[in-house]
């Protein structure tokens, strides 16, 4: 079973032709309320893409926590873990302009009170999913107690922070975008991919994938590193892209090579960028397969 900690947000988005400068205010078409928040997105990719997942996060006592359990409920997600706190949910106000870039603000809410205390017993959990939008504390000592019960852990580094040493030592793999991957790495480090890899590697994680969007995907492993191209699909929004890689790969990761994965993570998240929204635009199993067959 996959154990996926972390947010879980409502998204309120807006398309509007450019995107508002400091002080100004523009016009949009009519906005969208669907579920978010990476851990909850990583959570619904992995599902879709067969995997049995539990989902440990914290949610508010109004109708958007409500909203959200029964969201992850209806993906057949165990929600046992998912805690209920007096504060309001976590929501995301999302901005996206014609040419498909996005602004966004996070109210964090409920997601703050995440701590240690909320994982739960890790018998029959083989892989474990973070995130760094919830309390480092709580990341910590999951991470923690994951490694010390022999559990595969996956950091998804995002949204980018710099990161000692202690938490990536614990990380038996490690998935950043390249914006990601140059915040970890730090100014000293050049921007060449694979010198910045190499650095990553030599700090802890047993392996790395970074997404490249439309570029793919370059795989670092056992000293090896290798591209994964991306599909070519009509695009139509990426947000959650990123959020899909991650929950198909570690998806797949019992029964394929990390390459495979990689690859098959490829597929879905090409999926998701050929429709509107995060959790809604995620693929399920039947079309990841047969976009890797064609
Ligand atoms: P993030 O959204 O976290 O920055 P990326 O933009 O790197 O992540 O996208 C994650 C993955 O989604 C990529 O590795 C790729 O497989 C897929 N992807 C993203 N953009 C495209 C695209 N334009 N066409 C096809 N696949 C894409």
Do not use: K
């Given at each position: 079973m996959i154990l996926v900690a972390g947010s879980v947000n409502i998204d309120f988005a807006v398309q509007v032709q450019a995107l508002p400068s400091p002080g100004e205010t523009v016009l949009g078409g009519p906005y969208r309320v669907s579920p978010g928040g990476k851990g909850a997105n990583q959570a619904v990719a992995s599902a879709r893409a067969g995997a049995r997942v539990c989902f440990v996060g914290c949610v508010g006592t109004d109708d958007h926590g409500q909203q959200l359990r029964q969201a992850l409920d209806a993906e057949?997600?165990?929600?046992?873990?998912?805690r209920s706190v007096a504060d309001q949910t976590g929501a995301a106000f999302v901005t996206v302009g014609a040419d498909g870039e996005n602004a966004i603000a996070v109210s964090s809410g409920a997601n703050r009170?995440?701590?240690?205390?909320?994982?739960?017993?890790?018998?029959?959990?083989?892989h474990l999913i973070l995130q760094l939008e919830s309390p480092r504390d709580a990341i910590c000592a999951f991470a923690q107690a994951a490694h010390r019960a022999g559990v595969h852990i996956t950091l998804n580094?995002?949204?980018?922070q710099a990161l000692d040493d202690g938490l990536l030592r614990l990380v038996d793999l490690l998935i950043v975008n390249a914006g990601e991957l140059e915040t970890l790495c730090g100014?000293?480090?050049?921007?060449d991919l694979e010198s910045q890899l190499k650095v990553m590697a030599g700090r802890g994680p047993h392996a790395i994938v970074v997404t490249l969007g439309a570029d793919g995907a370059a795989v670092w492993a056992n000293g090896q590193f290798h591209r994964t191209a991306a599909f070519n699909v009509p695009v139509v929004d990426t947000t959650g892209a990123g959020d899909t890689f991650v929950g198909v790969l570690v998806a797949s990761l019992p029964h394929m090579d990390l390459a495979s994965a990689a690859q098959r993570a490829s597929a879905a998240a090409a999926l998701t960028c050929t429709r509107s929204g995060a959790q809604i635009s995620m693929p399920h199993s039947p079309a990841i397969e047969q976009l890797l067959t064609t």
């Open positions: 057949g997600i165990d929600t046992a873990y998912l009170a995440l701590q240690a205390s909320d994982l739960p017993e890790l018998g029959g959990v083989t580094a995002a949204p980018a100014p000293q480090v050049g921007r």
